[in-house]
């Protein structure tokens, strides 16, 4: 190397000691905290009624003018009766509105008479926040949806945890 390049390499390191790690998102901008939630007490889901299981207490947060994806993981503790429901379906959407991501359960994990802790990961569409950081303005709720014959999501055992991920900029 020249004693340019060296100057010049040495320049760089020490420059870049200077420089703050992590994009924009991780030095402007701070992750909305997620939420934990639970329910009591047992939910009863009637055949062929989406009802909900759970709901954040209010509107998720964010930085104004920032977009984010929502996210839901968690698990739904469901006991079945006598008969098993022919199909299970989760669902999140924003209080009053659609929904926005469902999950089907395999009917073969159906057993009569069980109590099945299912695994539940929802994620929705980019949303931009508003003015006032919130997302779509309403609280977000978990739906469950049995076919055929009610099931009963247990609230020992079920926990959902509702995030804001970072969305692009578009």
């Known amino acids: 190397m020249t004693p340019q ?11 870049r000691r200077r420089w703050l790690p992590g994009s924009l998102w991780g ?3 701070s992750l909305p905290q997620p939420t934990i939630i639970t329910f009591t007490p047992n939910v ?25 994806y929502p996210l839901i993981f968690g698990v739904c503790a469901c006991t079945n009766g006598g008969t098993a429901p022919t ?12 929904d926005f991501a469902t999950q089907i359960i395999s009917a073969l994990t159906l057993t009569i008479s069980v109590t099945v802790n299912y695994p539940v990961l929802l994620i929705g569409a980019n949303a931009r926040a508003n003015a006032a950081g919130l997302i ?3 609280a ?3 739906t469950g949806l049995a076919a055929t014959t009610a099931n009963t999501a247990v609230a020992i055992g079920s926990q959902f945890l509702v995030a804001l991920l970072p969305g692009p900029d578009l």
Request: glycine fraction near 8%; aromatic fraction near 10%; avoid cysteine.
């Open 44 to 68: 009863t889901l009637a055949a062929g009624v989406e009802t909900t299981i759970a709901a954040t207490a209010a509107a998720l947060v964010g930085t104004p003018g920032m977009n984010y």
């Open 87 to 98: 199909a299970l379906t989760f669902a999140a959407r924003f209080a009053g509105g659609a």
């Open 140 to 142: 977000i709720q978990i």
């Open 27 to 29: 030095v402007a901008q």
């Open 136 to 138: 779509n303005a309403a």
């Open 5 to 15: 390049e060296i100057f010049l390499h040495r320049a760089y390191k020490l420059w």
